[in-house]
């Protein structure tokens, strides 16, 4: 975990996970998108929704946490680095959901740079040399996010980022498994498109969640809410 700036646009958003109790897992979930909730066009074309300024921070809290999670999805179809390059500090682990055991032995996940890799399972297959494979129950093809904050917190990892995609973040919280989410708002409205968040079905406005929300301007196009 690398020392806050407190120079830094929403350095107190990042102080918070520094101070997070490490005798348990701390959870933040990290999600880019418009300002009308899109998280890429209709074709997929997600690069950039934020600018410069969102792209910093999520390195920054990238520089924060022990271990960064995505799902196979995000692998597949963004291909990414999962490394800190825009902040300084050390690259964290590297776990990727994979349930299926689908994903080929290949990608810049994968680069050796001295950062653990982990692929959390639900079945036992060959994982590509260097990598670490978890199996965890799996139910209809998913395996509980609190299984996987469990197995992860048990190897040392307390620091926990949830990165991508969208439906990996939404599980996440479904699941009551997040403590901290970072929405980041780039100032584009695409008007229609992939949406972002997208939860269990509400019964009553009452139920929705109602955090309690610090707002950053991150540069002139990002605005992060830092939820609670």
């Given amino acids: 975990m690398t020392p806050v700036d407190p120079s830094t646009p929403a350095a107190k958003s990042l102080a918070a996970i520094a101070r997070a109790d490490a005798g ?30 969102g792209l910093d921070h999520l390195h920054r809290l990238r520089a924060q946490v022990d271990a960064i999670v995505v799902g196979a999805g995000t692998i597949a179809a963004d291909d990414p680095q999962l490394t800190v390059r825009r902040a300084s500090g050390c690259n ?11 994903l ?7 680069e050796s740079n001295g950062a653990a890799r982990i692929i959390v399972s639900g079945v036992q297959s060959d994982a ?17 996010p609190t299984d996987i904050v469990a197995a992860l917190g048990a ?19 479904d699941a009551g498994a997040v403590d901290r989410l970072h929405l980041i708002f780039g100032c584009a409205i695409i008007g229609s498109g992939r949406p972002g968040l997208t939860l269990q079905p509400l019964a009553r406005l009452a139920d929705a ?12 196009n990002d ?3 830092d939820c609670d």
């Fill in 24 to 53: 348990r897992p701390f959870v933040v979930a990290q999600l880019g998108q418009s300002l009308d909730g899109r998280i890429a066009t209709l074709s997929g074309e997600s690069r950039y929704i934020n600018c410069a300024e």
């Fill in 128 to 144: 590509p040399s260097g990598v670490e494979r978890v199996v965890l129950p799996a139910r209809d093809g998913q395996i509980a």
């Fill in 209 to 220: 969640l109602r955090p309690a929300t610090e707002v950053y301007r991150l540069g002139r």
């Fill in 104 to 110: 080929a032995p290949t990608g810049r996940w994968l």
């Fill in 155 to 173: 190897r040392g990892y307390r620091r926990i980022l949830i990165e991508g995609g969208a439906r990996t973040i939404s599980g996440f919280i």
């Fill in 92 to 102: 964290p682990a590297r776990v990727v959901i994979d349930p299926s055991a689908r």
């Fill in 223 to 225: 605005f992060l809410f």
